[in-house]
């Protein structure tokens, strides 16, 4: 039988507390473990409805699949990006720098961030928002929070998650990427929160173009980008490209497209 919202967070109360710290590499015990999480995330401030959306969720073995499976990191700078298509997110990435010249000075005149990086990240991400994902966000993150890995990390990304949906920002439905990642440049919950940004004044929704493209320039900047300096391997900014992904040939990969993408 389906348990109701305040059900639920009744059961929250009866179960062990170990329980509520424990994790799972099968899906065996999720069931289990969300009725016992519950009790945590609502005392960090998640309300009814990310309550109900915690209730919802289901165990995504295709999440942790692909969680398994990302084996791209390991190739050499020159291998990985051409399987990424760097020569075809260039091209295209100048085009789109033309087409929405407005936009992109607009984020540079706030944030200081030129486009070359911010469209070498949109293609990377979402080949320009046309693939955003196919995932219950929610159950993608609640998945992650509840397996062996990485359960700290995405414990952080669930309570985010959960009080996104609180704030109507998030669904129980929503949909993105296999980890949690929303929006055309793969917001996990826990950065919608920090740096999400309102890019064209009609609020924050990072399925929009202007909205993404604003949120990470509002991203770099919130790691250290300083206006004017260089984002190559050894200049100022190249640290707030590290910030935005921790594999080296994914850093390096930004950079080079970033700058072929702002020489043009």
């Known amino acids: 039988m389906r348990l ?9 109360a009866s179960v062990a507390p170990a329980l509520a710290a424990s994790c799972g590499n099968t899906g065996s015990g999720f069931d289990t473990w969300k009725a016992s999480h519950a009790g945590e995330v609502a005392a960090q401030g998640v309300g009814r409805k990310g309550l109900a959306a915690l209730e919802d969720t289901r165990y995504s073995a295709a999440t942790i699949k692909a969680d398994r499976a990302q ?8 291998e990985f990006m051409e399987k990424r298509g760097a020569a075809t997110i260039v091209r295209q990435g100048r085009k789109l720098k033309a087409q929405n010249a407005a936009l992109f000075a607009k984020l540079e005149k706030r944030y200081g961030v030129p486009a070359g990086p911010l469209i070498a990240i949109w293609g990377m991400e979402t080949a320009f928002g046309s693939y955003m994902g196919k995932q219950n966000t929610v159950s993608a993150v609640a998945t992650l929070a509840y397996d062996c890995r990485r359960p700290d990390f995405f414990r952080e990304q669930l309570v985010a998650a959960l009080k996104l949906v609180d704030e109507g920002v ?24 920090l740096y999400g940004a309102d890019g064209d004044g009609g609020g924050i929704n990072l399925n929009k ?22 984002y190559q391997p050894g200049q100022a900014n190249f640290a707030a490209l590290q910030g935005w992904n921790a594999a080296s040939v994914y850093q390096q990969a930004l950079a080079i497209m970033g700058r072929q993408i702002d020489e043009e």
Do not use: C, Y
């Open 170 to 193: 998030l669904s129980s439905s929503s949909i993105g990427a296999m980890h949690g990642e929303v929006g055309q440049t793969q917001f996990l919950p826990k950065n919608v929160f």
């Open 71 to 78: 084996h791209s990191f390991k190739l050499s700078l020159d």
């Open 209 to 230: 173009k202007a909205d993404a493209l604003a949120s990470t320039a509002n991203f770099l900047k919130g790691h250290g980008w300083q206006r004017g300096k260089g």
């Open 4 to 12: 109701t919202v305040l059900g639920f967070s009744l059961l929250v």
